[in-house]
């Protein structure tokens, strides 16, 4: 149980850390950004390190580290719904790590089309931002979301090759 606090704790800096780095500014306000990669990165070895409990770190530890990056980077008013769609992503990543192959690469997509949805009815209610500005945002988004699941996936195998996973 301690492994997987430490690591959740280090998710939250990464997922802050990785999600600042690389921003670059979209219609609704909002920032096109590399994040989604520790998102979904954190919530497979969350998944790997405890199959069932896993889903429930990486939905906290991915969750909070994006939005506390939107804090940090000026865009406080987007946290809560930051933390609500990255964090299903990471725990649907989580659950992912039960699975193989085309499986695994099917539950990353409706990771990522889970944190889509959740941006995109979260985003059409704004009243800066309203449907107009969500649907502007939905291929940046699927964009998004297709890098993290690939960047995170193989970052994840990367990570399991070496052997440290099956240490912990």
Known sequence: MKDIRIAALSFIVLTCLVTLFVRIPLPSRGYFNVGDVAVVFGGLVL???????????????????????????????????TFAAKGAEG????????????????????????????????????????????????VPNAIQAVGGAVGGAFAATALHKTGLLSRI
């Open 47 to 81: 998944g790997l390190m405890q199959p069932r409990q896993g889903v429930y770190w990486a939905l906290g530890a991915v969750g909070l580290g994006s939005a506390l990056a939107d804090v940090l980077g000026g865009f406080a008013v987007f946290a809560p719904l």
């Open 91 to 138: 725990a649907v990543a989580a659950w992912a790590a039960s699975y193989h192959g085309t499986m695994r690469w099917i539950m990353l997509g409706l990771g990522g089309l889970t944190m889509m949805g959740i941006y995109f009815g979260g985003e059409a209610l704004m009243p800066n931002i309203g449907l107009q500005g969500a649907v502007a945002e939905l």
